[in-house]
C-alpha cells in the first residue's frame, strides 16, 4: 500500500538555528512529492515538489528539501528558523505510474514550534 | 483573486440534520477535492471530481456525497450526519488531476452533536 510517514508529532527550534521535518514514503511507481504548510486557521499551502532532477529542491520562505531515493526519504529543511515558520507541516506523495498519476496521499503532519 | 472559498467556515448542528458544505473555485479548475482533517490522522480524501459530471471516491466516502454540476462549484453533502463526521474540512482545487500545486480553500468546521 502507498503510504507517506511524518514520524514526528512536533518539532521544537530555537530561532536562527537549522530545522529539519522529516518524511518518508513507501510506494510503488515513481512518486512525486510535495510539502504543504498550514498556518492557524488556514488552508494548506504550496510549499515546494520534487518531480525529477536535482535531489536538493528549493522551495518558498527560504525552505528546501533533499529527494532520498535509496532512503525514500524527503525531508524538509530550513538552514535558520523563524518564529513565523511556526505551523503544521505537510508531507504528500502522489503516484506515477505507468504514465497515470493518481491522487495525492498525506501524511499526518508535524507541527514545527519555533522559540524566540 | 484566485481563490477557493468554502461555505460555511463553522457549523454545529444535530445527528441525522441534512447539511451542505459549498465549494467554489475561480480559477477554471478542472480537478477538485474534499478532504477531511482529523488530528492523528492528516488530511484524508473524501470524494474528488475530474470534471464536470465526473465524481469519485477517495479514501473515506462512506456518509459523504457530492455533485459537479459546474465547473466552479463541488459541494460535499451530508445526507444523515453522525458524530463520528466531526471534523475540519477543506475543498481543493488544481488545473486538473496531475497538475503539481493544489489550492486550498479556508476550511470548514463541522461539528455534530
Known amino acids: 500500500a502507498q503510504s507517506v510517514a511524518q514520524p514526528e508529532d512536533q518539532v521544537n527550534v530555537a530561532e536562527g538555528n537549522p530545522l529539519t521535518v522529516k518524511c518518508t514514503y513507501s510506494?510503488?511507481?515513481?512518486?512525486?512529492l510535495f510539502w504543504y504548510v498550514q498556518y492557524p486557521n488556514r488552508g494548506l499551502q504550496f510549499l515546494l515538489k520534487y518531480i525529477t532532477g536535482d535531489n536538493l529542491v528549493k522551495g518558498s520562505y527560504g525552505f528546501e528539501a533533499e529527494f532520498n531515493k535509496s532512503q525514500t526519504s524527503f525531508h524538509l529543511k530550513k538552514p535558520s528558523a523563524l518564529v513565523s515558520d511556526s505551523a503544521l507541516y505537510f508531507c504528500?506523495?502522489?503516484?506515477?505510474?505507468?504514465?497515470?498519476?493518481?491522487?495525492?496521499?498525506f501524511g499526518k503532519g508535524t507541527k514545527l514550534s519555533v522559540k524566540p | 483573486e484566485a481563490q477557493v472559498t468554502q461555505n460555511p467556515r463553522y457549523l454545529i448542528t444535530v445527528t441525522g440534520k441534512k447539511l451542505t458544505v459549498t465549494c467554489s473555485q475561480n480559477m477554471n479548475h478542472e480537478y477538485m477535492s474534499w478532504y477531511r482533517q482529523d488530528p492523528g490522522l492528516g488530511l484524508r480524501q473524501i470524494y474528488y471530481?475530474?470534471?464536470?459530471?465526473?465524481?469519485d471516491k477517495g479514501d473515506v466516502p462512506e456518509g459523504y456525497k457530492v455533485s459537479r454540476k459546474e465547473k466552479r462549484n463541488f459541494p460535499l453533502i451530508l445526507e444523515s450526519p453522525s458524530p463520528n463526521q466531526t471534523s475540519l474540512y477543506f475543498c481543493?482545487?488544481?488545473?486538473?488531476?496531475?497538475?503539481?500545486?493544489?489550492?486550498f480553500g479556508p476550511g470548514t468546521r463541522l461539528t455534530v452533536t
Open positions: 471530481s475530474m470534471n464536470v459530471e465526473v465524481t
Open positions: 510506494v510503488s511507481g515513481n512518486p512525486y
Open positions: 481543493a482545487s488544481s488545473l486538473n488531476r496531475g497538475s503539481y500545486e493544489q489550492y
Open positions: 504528500a506523495v502522489r503516484i506515477v505510474f505507468g504514465g497515470s498519476q493518481g491522487n495525492l496521499i
